[in-house]
């Protein structure tokens, strides 16, 4: 049963649960760290860490694809970005970071990449980082927007993207704009394509349970909330709990599991994950992976220059995100990030070997196993 509460006569809420109100419970039995695995696979494609990379441009250059990827996470290419839209997006980002180093007022920062936005897509522009990707030999993935998503994935495809993110701050299994022509229905547009496709954001049972009828492979969960960039509750009024939201995503892959005898779909993880600790503890809720932005964009291969904005930044009317700087000395490089070694004690670095040590300390040696384990909440 839901644990609801009244907020007033008459109306009552759901009470749920971040990541910071839950703590992870070992077991009585340990391990090494050294006999954990953290891979995972979606479709046919396998990754050796849980890590994706947030779809900005902040983060995902294709030389960060590639290192990501090499590295043995996914990077994902924003499609409605500035690498589909300038030529030397290495530049426009300099000037960028110019204004936000310079003007006190934060919304200069955002109107400069409202600007940069409008500029139109260049088809050529993206398939040519797309085809950089790939070249490279790493999986290949690429974000949509559902709006944009029956306009651009045709040449995503022929460029040839392995996997396609569909991800929208909230997203349904139908996407009702009329003024844009057809809805996008996405079951029957996921059946038609011969590329796996990850859809999201959902932040309960419901629509996760729906998006995973579409024939998705994964189901984000989650608009990629970070403390200080992303801005989406105070601009529309909606947040995600993302303990809660995770655990609801889970619930659905059971019951999708029962009612199709065993088709799995993967739970990602998109919000609020700024250290190794939110990442053990998203993995615990059930996630089989997590979308990572600020944490990463501290490398010194991400092209933000030690800057971080959400794709949802740049929204022409509606910006939910700030230019947050992230990074004020010497960047660690990505392995550093990701594997250590850390001089932090707050867990910003060393991201995967924090998950690696929470899943041995509690006596798991696999992702899977380690969504088991127990978690307690906090008073």
């Known amino acids: 049963m839901r644990d609801l509460v009244e907020i007033g006569m008459g109306r009552t809420a759901r ?5 910071d109100d839950i703590d992870i419970v070992p077991s009585r039995r340990t391990r090494s ?30 030389g960060f694809a590639i290192e990501l990827g090499k590295a043995g996470g996914l990077g994902v290419i924003n499609g409605e970005g500035l690498w589909g839209r300038h030529p030397d997006v290495g530049a426009e980002i300099e000037k960028l970071v110019e204004i936000a180093e310079t003007d006190y007022d934060p919304s200069s920062a955002v109107a400069y990449l409202q600007k940069l936005h409008a500029a139109p897509l260049q088809p050529e522009l993206l398939a ?44 349904s299994a139908e996407h009702v704009a009329h003024s844009e022509g057809e809805p996008l229905n996405l079951k029957t547009f996921i059946s038609e394509l011969d590329v796996p496709v990850v859809a999201g954001g959902v932040s309960d049972h419901r629509t996760a349970l729906h998006l995973m009828r579409t ?38 892959r059971r019951d999708y599991l029962d009612e199709t005898g065993g088709r799995y779909v993967h739970v990602i993880a998109d919000g609020d994950i700024e250290t ?24 010194a291969e991400a092209p933000g220059l030690g800057w971080y904005w959400p794709s949802v930044a740049a929204h ?64």
């Open 33 to 62: 760290s050294k006999e954990v695995s953290t891979s995972w696979q979606i479709d046919a494609y396998r990754f050796d860490i849980p890590v994706l990379a947030h779809p900005t441009d902040a983060l995902v250059s294709p």
């Open 15 to 19: 009470r749920t649960y971040e990541l």
């Open 276 to 299: 190794a600790g939110d990442l053990a503890k998203a993995i615990a809720c059930g996630a089989d992976a997590a979308v990572l932005g600020a944490p990463l964009a501290l490398a």
């Open 215 to 252: 024939g998705a492979a994964g189901v984000i969960v989650g608009f990629g909330s970070t403390a200080g960039a992303t801005t989406t509750s105070a601009s529309l009024g909606v947040g995600v709990p993302m303990a809660t939201a995770i655990a609801d995503a889970a619930a659905a």
């Open 316 to 379: 022409p009317s509606m910006p939910r995100g700030s230019v947050l700087q992230v990074a004020y000395d010497e960047r660690p490089s990505l392995d550093r990030v990701l594997g250590g070694p850390s001089d932090d004690p707050f867990g910003s670095l060393n991201l995967v070997g924090g998950l690696r040590r929470a899943m041995a300390k509690s006596g798991y040696s696999d992702l899977k196993e380690f969504q088991k384990v127990g978690l307690s909440v906090r008073a």
């Open 128 to 171: 040519a980082a797309v085809a950089q990707v790939r070249d490279a030999g790493v999986t290949t993935a690429v974000r949509v927007s559902p709006q944009n998503a029956r306009a651009l994935t045709p040449a995503l495809v022929k460029a040839g993207i392995d996997l396609l993110v569909i991800q929208g701050t909230i997203i």
